[in-house]
């Protein structure tokens, strides 16, 4: 059974660091795209980041320089480094694949293209 299990999330200080880990099971995620997407209390869910299959990756403006999406294919696991959070960095923040054929094919960080989703971790920045 394809399973993605999120951990990593917490409560942190303003400028402070975590990070988020997603580990697959039940399938190899090499031969899948990977995003992750947070959603606050009241918004719509949002693409934070993705990596495609060749390790090309993508950011929402409001995150970029801050977070540091990766892959390790051996360990069958995603990470999302966030530093420097922010008070609106704080939501649950999910990690999601989709079956991607072609190594080539850019990731996209619309949730609607994803197939399969965690359960989600929250987040937290505050004082």
């Known amino acids: 059974q394809l399973q993605l299990v999120e951990s990593g999330g917490g409560l942190v200080q303003p400028g402070g660091s975590l990070r988020l880990s997603c580990a697959a099971s039940?399938?190899?995620?090499?031969?899948?795209?990977i995003g992750w997407f947070r959603q606050a209390p009241g918004k719509e869910r949002e693409g934070v980041s993705c990596i495609n299959r060749s390790g090309m990756k993508d950011y929402a403006d409001s995150v970029k320089g801050r977070f540091t999406i990766s892959r390790d294919n051996a360990k069958n696991t995603v990470y999302l480094q966030m530093n420097s959070l922010k008070p609106e960095d704080t939501a649950v923040y999910y990690c999601?694949?989709?079956?991607?054929?072609?190594?080539?094919?850019?990731?996209?960080?619309?949730?609607?293209?994803?197939?399969?989703w965690g359960q989600g971790t929250q987040v937290t920045v505050s004082t």
């Open positions: 999601a694949v989709v079956l991607t054929p072609s190594p080539f094919t850019q990731c996209a960080r619309s949730p609607t293209t994803y197939r399969y």
């Open positions: 039940g399938f190899t995620l090499p031969a899948y795209n």
